[in-house]
Nanobody
Framework: VQLQASGGGLVQAGGSLRLSCSAS????????MGWFRQAPGKEREFVSA????????YYGDSVQGRFRISRSDAENTVYLQMNSLEPEDTAVYYC???????????????????WGQGTQVTVSS
């Protein structure tokens, strides 16, 4: 499956952005989907994930309560709504797909098989 992330940009602190991840090649409903981010000089960090059905969502501690992940299998797209953005959210955001059916959606980037190219999010103070 090919993933294409979009929606990044420059926003002031307190603002919002919505990232999109479009899947092609295979139906996205066959994958758990995740968002990760990487800031300069830092390790890649788990942001959020959603299971195949869309019924279970997971969030990193730093974004809990501010970000919301959703998916539209009709559109083959996963979204990440980001609210109350902070300068610490500045990073390149990557979407990823996990083809393995797990008891619980993985929060480890090691478990994701396919990756999008990343979209830059910059939050100014």
């Amino acid at each position: 499956v090919q993933l294409q992330a979009s929606g990044g940009g420059l926003v002031q602190a307190g603002g919002s952005l919505r990232l999109s991840c479009s899947a092609s090649g295979r139906p996205s409903r066959k994958f758990a989907m995740g968002w990760f981010r990487q800031a300069p000089g830092k390790e890649r960090e788990f942001v959020s994930a959603i299971d195949r059905s869309g019924g279970r969502r997971y969030y990193g501690d730093s974004v809990q309560g501010r970000f919301r992940i959703s998916r539209s299998d009709a559109e083959n797209t996963v979204y990440l709504q980001m609210n109350s953005l902070e300068p610490e959210d500045t990073a390149v955001y990557y979407c990823a797909a996990d083809r393995t059916l797990r008891v619980q959606v993985s929060t480890s980037d090691y478990d994701y098989d396919f990756w999008g190219q990343g979209t830059q999010v910059t939050v100014s103070s």
